[in-house]
């Protein structure tokens, strides 16, 4: 069944969706700039030296816990909330606020405990207002510009990610202990600030948009019945999901490595840099066309398409011999990793079964952190090839591992067929309730 015939006609333009998005922009900003240059500056000031990697990987793996745990059962109380705020809106800014408090107490002196409770406490709040978040495009915007609606996201967690931790690491750069404290404060007024501001201006348009769908809805005899259960072919999707995921993430946390020992770059650092850049300008450029294509010739093509290409840039870059060839497959990767991260999302959220969106888009959310947090468990696999094998074995195993999940990811999405499945299954269920 389409979605578009069923929901709604409510003008959906380009400033709209990003209003929609600006919250993506304060929320990916904020885990990124935390867990990469906020997190690992304030362990050297409670840890020993020789404990720090320890407590590091502890703060990060309790965090994604905490947030793995609350997101469905958020998602799923959020779908059945009422509210004159709607469904999503009142945790998105309770959340929102948690996470202000929790960034207070971050702010005075800690010992290893409190940091540790602190730091689960705001994980927690984090998860409970992006999983609601995340159901808006399923709950508000018609399937013909989903794509359009899922690329300006993805493209605002991107720039988010790029600009909060510019500006913040250059921030903390200040901080020296506590006797500098007030530059820490200065970070945390920074990030706490762009998330109130951002998670109002999200909740400003789908506060209204809901009301209005709300208002339509009175008036209409085509809608959808919310189903029992979540979407037949879920499992397949968020599996393909975790695999695609895992591969994106592949190359951002061993390039360094790989620059050094392979490549051979005089400053793989730099080098890392500047790919990163290149990787995040083309991603730029291919995200927003990959959502307005996937809305005209659907999700799958345009998956399959990007992973193809991903997978060939992933084989290719081992061959690199320079840090030219390096930023110049690093472009081409980009490139295609846009559209897969587009589409897919575009996808997610076609899938969401009504009645249950926010349940469904917070466990598809997890699929994405597994397949984050897995492409770091591989690194003692590239040591012990490169050790006992060859040496940069690892690296090629790595590399070619990457494509192989590229193409298995987009494999196994070629069976589902999501609109007619779901009619099927929505039929079955109504002439079960019916008799």
Request: glycine residues 10%.
């Amino acid at each position: 069944m389409d979605q578009a015939q069923t929901q709604p006609h409510l003008t959906w333009n380009t400033l709209a969706f990003l209003r929609l998005g600006a919250f993506s922009f304060g929320i990916t900003g904020f885990f990124l700039t935390m867990e990469t240059i906020v997190l690992p500056t304030l362990v050297l000031d409670i840890a020993p030296e020789g404990a720090k990697n320890s407590l590091l990987g502890a703060l990060g793996f309790s965090g994604l816990i905490a947030a793995a745990l609350v997101q469905p059962i958020v998602g799923s109380y959020s779908d059945r909330t009422r509210s004159p705020l709607g469904r999503r809106v009142p945790y998105m800014l309770g959340g929102v606020l948690c996470v202000c408090i929790g960034l207070t107490g971050l702010s005075f002196t800690l010992t290893l405990i409190s940091f540790l409770i602190i730091w689960v406490f705001i994980q927690a709040n984090a998860g409970i207002s992006n999983a609601p978040y995340l159901a808006l495009i399923g709950d508000l915007v018609p399937s013909s510009r989903i794509g359009v609606a899922s690329s300006l996201k993805i493209l605002a967690d991107a720039i988010g990610a790029v600009v909060l931790v510019a500006v913040c690491g250059s921030l903390i750069s200040y901080y020296k202990g506590p006797e500098s404290i007030e530059w820490l404060r200065i970070t945390f007024g920074v990030l706490g600030g762009t998330l109130i501001v951002t998670v109002l201006v999200s909740s400003s348009i789908a506060a209204t948009r809901e009301r209005a769908t709300r208002a339509l809805h009175r008036g209409a005899t085509t809608l959808r019945h919310p189903t029992r259960g979540l979407h037949p072919h879920l499992v397949w999707f968020l599996l393909s999901r975790f695999l695609l995921i895992t591969a994106t993430f592949v190359f951002p946390t061993y390039g360094l490595f790989f620059l050094r020992d392979v490549v051979m770059v005089n400053n793989p650092a730099q080098t890392l840099g500047t790919a990163v850049i290149a990787i995040g300008g083309a991603f730029a450029l291919s995200v927003y066309p990959a959502g307005w294509i996937s809305d005209r010739i659907g999700r799958k093509p345009v998956i399959i398409g990007g992973a193809v290409g991903a997978a060939a840039g992933s084989i290719l870059i081992f061959w690199a011999t320079n840090t030219v060839q390096v930023v110049a497959i690093a472009s081409v990767i980009g490139l295609c990793i846009g559209p897969v991260l587009s589409a897919s999302w575009a996808l997610a959220n076609e899938m969401a079964v009504p009645g249950r969106e926010g349940q469904h888009i917070a466990i598809v959310n997890l699929a994405t952190i597994a397949g984050a947090a897995f492409s770091k468990t591989l690194g003692p696999l590239v040591d012990l090839s490169n050790r006992f094998v060859s040496t940069d074995s690892g690296y090629a195993g790595l590399l070619f591992v990457c494509a192989f999940l590229f193409i298995l990811g987009s494999i196994l999405l070629i069976p589902l067929n999501q609109d007619h499945e779901l009619a099927v299954w929505e039929e079955e269920h109504a002439l079960e309730e019916a008799g």
